[in-house]
């Protein structure tokens, strides 16, 4: 069975526009220099013995530390190019993005050295509007802002 992931994809409306919350990975992988693509929803694996949906509240909170309440709009689940299946909710809430705090995650870096560091899982956390969320996400999470941005219009 394929890895899956569950997340959060939080919306605002400011003024007349929608925004969605993304958060950029943490690591030694990625940087915000060459930002295009790699910004993601929160969200994280889980196994067969949580819900895609407590997964996805879980994560949430453990990569921002807000805990998500409300009513949660399931989205259609989306497959990466790892074959990992990424289930996502949809949730209007306005986080302050300066009061978050990612968790971290320990990795042996550089490579086969020996020598355990310590990065979190987010770096930074942003609103977007729909057309600038779409320059930003990950490619194939960009279905689940096309299909947030449809409910939206209807």
Known sequence: MAKQSAGILLYRKIHKATEVLLVFPGGPFFSLKKDAGKWSIPKGEFTEEETPLHAAIREMEEETGFRPEGDFIELTPIKQKSGKIVHCWALESDLEVTSIVSNTFELEWPPKSGKMKSYPEIVEAAWFTFEAAKAKINERQ?????????????
């Not at 960009?142 to 209807?154: A, F, I, K």
């Open 142 to 154: 960009l279905p689940l802002l096309e299909e947030l941005q449809q409910l939206m219009h209807r």
